[in-house]
């Protein structure tokens, strides 16, 4: 069987050692906490609350502030490696590992109050997640992995659910900003999976998503439209927990494709499955009439 695991070729990949790993994860997670410090300084007291791209796609001075926090300590400790970063971009490095941020994922919740949100630090290598950190603020949680090295919450060893039925499954998915103007929306594939399983949580943030399937309180999630900071941290999560990361199809992850699966090795076959199963489905279900300028 091919080995999907992103993390351990990228490990491959770098040549690193495990002292260099480890050393990496050490600034990631000193990163994670100071832009997850930022957000616990302004959730509850945002005064800037602006559209970015497309409506409903929020930016806020948390979301900067974040940001600014994390760059500082990766730069600082890290000078020779490029980033990328949701809100300032990409400044290539020297080499093929790349620091991958999102300052604030879950940034409607933050925005709203609703406290399911993330500051995520990963590292790539050629694109291929090789380590992350995690930290949750308003639910004092913080979680990291790195390739070969486990997954945590609070220095707890995170271990993925050994459910093995659709049927008594809970699983997460969630809608990009993009929406209202694509029949390729994920609409239909909730009303599926709804029927299908226990139910299906949309909690918005799709970082916390994945940790939340490392953690075993997911069993499986999967989603589209994502981009490559939503998810470095939380793949290296799920695969240390012993989780499958995969595309929809079941082969191995691109993570600029922006869809994927991820979950209990019990229910991977079932989820590709029925992804499957929902492709005719697109577009079929509720506010499809509406869109304009719809795209497949
Ligand atoms: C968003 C969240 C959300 C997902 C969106 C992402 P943001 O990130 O992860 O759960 O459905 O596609 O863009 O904008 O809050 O960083
Ligand atoms: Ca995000
Ligand atoms: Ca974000």
């Excluded at 500082?72 to 290539?92: F, H, K, M, Q, Y």
């Excluded at 490392?214 to 470095?232: F, I, Q, T």
């Excluded at 191995?252 to 494709?257: I, K, Q, V």
Aim: hydrophobic share 45%; charged share 20%; net charge negative.
């Amino acid at each position: 069987m091919t080995d999907l695991r992103l993390s351990s070729a990228a490990l491959l990949g770098s040549g690193l050692s495990q002292a260099e790993l480890l050393d990496l994860a050490a600034v990631a997670r000193r990163a994670a906490e100071a832009g997850g410090a930022k957000l616990r300084q302004h959730f509850g007291r945002l005064e800037r609350i602006r559209e970015k791209s497309r409506a409903g796609d929020l930016v806020t001075e948390a979301d900067e502030a974040a940001e600014v926090a994390v760059l500082a300590v990766l730069e600082a400790a890290t000078p020779g490696l490029g980033i990328l970063a949701e809100e300032s971009g990409r400044r290539p490095g020297t080499g093929e590992l790349e620091w991958c941020v999102d300052p604030l994922d879950g940034t409607t919740n933050y925005a709203h109050g609703f406290p399911f949100f993330a500051t995520s630090v990963g590292l790539t290598w050629q694109g291929l997640p090789l380590l992350g950190a995690l930290a949750l603020p308003a639910l004092d949680q913080f979680f990291w992995a790195a390739a070969g090295q486990g997954a945590w919450c609070n220095d707890r060893p995170l271990a993925i659910s050994r459910c093995d039925q659709l049927a008594k499954s809970l699983l997460a998915t969630g809608f990009a900003y993009d929406r209202c103007s694509r029949l390729d929306n994920n609409y239909a594939e909730f009303a599926w999976f709804t029927h299908r399983s226990h139910g299906v949580r949309r909690a918005g943030a799709a970082a916390v998503d994945l940790a939340y399937v490392a953690a075993g309180r997911l069993d499986g999630y999967w989603e589209r439209g994502l981009s490559p900071w939503d998810l470095a941290a939380g793949i290296v999560l799920v695969e240390e927990a012993g989780g499958i990361v995969s595309d929809y199809a079941g082969q191995r992850l691109n993570p600029t494709d922006g869809r994927l699966i991820a979950c209990a090795p019990g229910l991977h076959q079932a989820l590709i499955n029925d992804l499957a199963a929902c492709e005719p489905l697109r577009g079929a279900s509720y506010g499809a009439a509406e869109l304009d300028g719809i795209a497949v």
